[in-house]
């Protein structure tokens, strides 16, 4: 591309940008930046549209490929300073110089459009959140308007309930003390129960130091009856005893029989004995009589 192609698409760019058609000027730059690496207005241009476009990025790409280049054309400059007089070489330093100065500024603004982007991040995230917060606000005054009038509704119904409370309170006054009342005769029973409850235990306690006295008086009893009923066997042994003595008598009075002074001997012994025995068993009778009347008492 010759230079004064190269000047005039330059010259395009920078209209279309002074036109604020940013995209435009970078489409035009694309080509001869990439064919020009070390061209610096080129490369400074295209740094500015993506500024303006807001691609901090890009732009701050293009400023370090500006001072790359920049470095490029310092270091052929050292070595070729030789061929030209002093003059050329300072308007050569006065270049490289304003070219650096313009990417610093450039760059110093990148960060400063960087540092008010994050600023204004910031802002509008505080400002968003303190718009929830005054939304909220306005929904718990919201809320709050209807919980009021909610209360007041209580607050109606719970005066009204009052009223009905007064009237439950006093009827239930009026209960209250027909159960003390009722409380007080209960009180008077169960106190009477308690004496009468006393008074039975007192019989009770009485009726059972009777029937120890009965059980006493039953168990001598018992043995009472025991001795008895061993007397009676005693007795009954006594009576067999007396029957066989009454068989062996009559045995001697068939024995006897042959003589008469012997027979009437026997007789007269046999008579007392009988009526000795009569006696004996009158007597046992009448002793048994009276043990079996001790025993129904």
């Not at 993506?50 to 070595?79: H, P």
């Not at 169960?190 to 009770?204: F, G």
């Not at 009526?275 to 079996?292: F, I, N, T, V, Y």
């Given at each position: 591309?010759?230079?004064?192609?190269?000047?005039?698409?330059?010259?395009?760019?920078?209209?279309?940008?002074?036109?604020?058609?940013?995209?435009?000027?970078?489409?035009?730059?694309?080509?001869?930046?990439?064919?020009?690496?070390?061209?610096?207005?080129?490369?400074?241009?295209?740094?500015?549209?993506?500024?303006?476009?807001?691609?901090?990025?890009?732009?701050?790409?293009?400023?370090?490929?500006?001072?790359?280049?920049?470095?490029?054309?310092?270091?052929?400059?050292?070595?070729?300073?030789?061929?030209?007089?002093?003059?050329?070489?300072?308007?050569?330093?006065?270049?490289?110089?304003?070219?650096?100065?313009?990417?610093?500024?450039?760059?110093?603004?990148?960060?400063?459009?960087?540092?008010?982007?994050?600023?204004?991040?910031?802002?509008?995230?505080?400002?968003?959140?303190?718009?929830?917060?005054?939304?909220?606000?306005q929904d718990k005054a919201a809320q709050?308007?209807?919980?009021?009038?909610?209360?007041?509704?209580?607050?109606?119904?719970?005066?009204?309930?009052?009223?009905?409370?007064v009237a439950a309170l006093e009827s239930?006054?009026?209960?209250?003390?027909?159960?003390?009342?009722?409380?007080?005769?209960?009180?008077?029973?169960v106190a009477n129960a308690k004496r009468?409850?006393?008074?039975?235990?007192?019989?009770?306690?009485?009726?059972?130091?009777?029937?120890?006295?009965?059980?006493?008086?039953?168990?001598?009893?018992?043995?009472?009856?025991?001795?008895?009923?061993?007397?009676?066997?005693?007795?009954?042994?006594?009576?067999?005893?007396?029957?066989?003595?009454?068989?062996?008598?009559?045995?001697?009075?068939?024995?006897?029989?042959?003589?008469?002074?012997?027979?009437?001997?026997?007789?007269?012994?046999?008579?007392?004995?009988?009526?000795?025995?009569?006696?004996?068993?009158?007597?046992?009778?009448?002793?048994?009589?009276?043990?079996?009347?001790?025993?129904?008492?």
């Amino acid at each position: 591309m010759r230079a004064t192609l190269l000047e005039d698409k330059y010259a395009e760019a920078a209209g279309l940008y002074d036109a604020d058609k940013h995209v435009d000027a970078l489409a035009l730059l694309d080509a001869p930046s990439s064919k020009y690496p070390r061209a610096t207005a080129i490369l400074y241009l295209r740094a500015k549209c993506f500024a303006d476009l807001g691609l901090t990025t890009e732009a701050d790409e293009a400023c370090r490929e500006i001072v790359g280049a920049l470095s490029s054309i310092r270091r052929d400059g050292e070595m070729l300073k030789d061929c030209f007089d002093p003059d050329e070489v300072g308007l050569f330093e006065l270049f490289t110089t304003r070219q650096e100065t313009r990417v610093k500024a450039l760059r110093a603004t990148l960060s400063v459009r960087e540092t008010d982007s994050a600023d204004a991040e910031r802002l509008r995230s505080e400002i968003a959140a303190l718009q929830q917060t005054v939304q909220d606000l306005q929904d718990k005054a919201a809320q709050s308007q209807e919980s009021e009038e909610a209360l007041r509704g209580e607050l109606v119904e719970l005066k009204s309930a009052e009223s009905t409370s007064v009237a439950a309170l006093e009827s239930a006054r009026g209960e209250l003390q027909s159960l003390q009342g009722e409380l007080h005769d209960r009180e008077q029973a169960v106190a009477n129960a308690k004496r009468a409850s006393e008074e039975q235990a007192n019989l009770v306690e009485l009726l059972r130091s009777d029937m120890a006295a009965l059980d006493g008086k039953a168990r001598e009893a018992s043995s009472s009856e025991n001795a008895i009923a061993d007397e009676l066997a005693s007795l009954r042994e006594v009576e067999l005893q007396k029957n066989a003595a009454l068989e062996s008598a009559r045995a001697e009075l068939e024995a006897l029989n042959g003589t008469l002074q012997d027979r009437e001997r026997a007789i007269a012994e046999a008579e007392s004995r009988s009526a000795s025995h009569e006696e004996r068993a009158k007597a046992l009778s009448a002793e048994l009589g009276d043990l079996r009347e001790k025993a129904d008492r």
